[in-house]
């Protein structure tokens, strides 16, 4: 049977911030292994810590590296729904949907890999799944219900101006210009819209 490690965080993901941030920096610079190895030596004998591993730094460069994939990934996905929406509304509520979307999909897909680290033939935990669900039931409710708002104020919107160049054609005619210069004012207002 596999051995688990699910809920403990690597040696390399306890070290301190000022350890940790430079070779995270030094492992997306693409430095080689070896040398970040080497690097690593002095500050975590400095802290009193238990040398880092070849294997540990290859295991925790290789999960970063996976989530750096996965990261570039969602925001090609996300790029390409906002290209695809061309003139469709966007109002706050569609990006707000885009970024729960991209979210709840990674921590999901995370979650997920990290359970079946050692176990690649262990189950998806079902909850986790139930859950990533009905967040996307979510998000698609409130994308319509964005969407059937905007609609709404847009048609509003049109009406109004309608109303008011029709108001302003009304009034032009009365106070003695003629039907085309009625049109022309009506023109000027419509175009606003």
Same mark, same amino acid.
């Given at each position: 049977?596999?051995?688990?490690?699910?809920?403990?965080?690597?040696?390399?993901?306890?070290?301190?911030?000022?350890?940790?941030?430079?070779?995270?920096?030094?492992?997306?610079?693409?430095?080689?292994?070896?040398?970040?190895?080497?690097?690593?030596?002095?500050?975590?004998?400095?802290?009193?810590?238990?040398?880092?591993?070849?294997?540990?730094?290859?295991?925790?460069? $290789?999960?970063?590296?996976?989530?750096?994939? !996965?990261?570039?990934?969602?925001?090609?996905?996300?790029?390409?729904?906002?290209?695809?929406?061309?003139?469709?509304?966007?109002?706050?509520?569609? !990006?707000?949907?885009?970024?729960?979307?991209? $979210?709840?999909?990674?921590?999901?897909?995370?979650?997920?890999?990290?359970?079946?680290?050692?176990?690649?033939?262990?189950?998806?935990?079902?909850?986790?799944?139930?859950?990533?669900?009905?967040?996307?039931?979510?998000?698609?409710?409130?994308?319509?219900?964005?969407?059937?708002?905007?609609?709404?104020?847009?048609?509003?919107?049109?009406?109004?101006?309608?109303?008011?160049?029709?108001?302003?054609?009304?009034?032009?005619?009365?106070?003695?210009?003629?039907? !085309?210069?009625?049109?022309?004012?009506?023109?000027?207002?419509?175009?606003?819209?």
């Amino acid at each position: 049977m596999a051995r688990r490690t699910r809920g403990y965080m690597s040696r390399i993901e306890q070290l301190p911030p000022h350890i940790k941030k430079p070779l995270d920096a030094k492992l997306r610079a693409g430095e080689p292994q070896k040398d970040i190895l080497a690097w690593l030596e002095e500050p975590v004998r400095e802290e009193g810590l238990e040398p880092i591993s070849r294997s540990g730094l290859n295991r925790y460069a $290789t999960k970063t590296a996976e989530f750096g994939a !996965e990261l570039r990934q969602m925001r090609a996905m996300a790029s390409a729904w906002k290209a695809s929406l061309g003139d469709e509304p966007e109002g706050d509520i569609l !990006e707000l949907a885009g970024e729960v979307l991209g $979210t709840v999909a990674f921590k999901a897909a995370h979650r997920a890999r990290d359970a079946t680290i050692e176990d690649e033939d262990a189950p998806i935990d079902p909850k986790a799944l139930n859950q990533f669900a009905l967040a996307l039931r979510r998000l698609q409710q409130a994308q319509e219900s964005g969407l059937k708002r905007e609609k709404a104020l847009r048609e509003a919107h049109a009406r109004k101006m309608a109303e008011a160049s029709a108001a302003a054609g009304n009034a032009a005619r009365k106070a003695g210009l003629s039907e !085309e210069g009625a049109a022309a004012i009506r023109a000027v207002i419509e175009g606003v819209a």
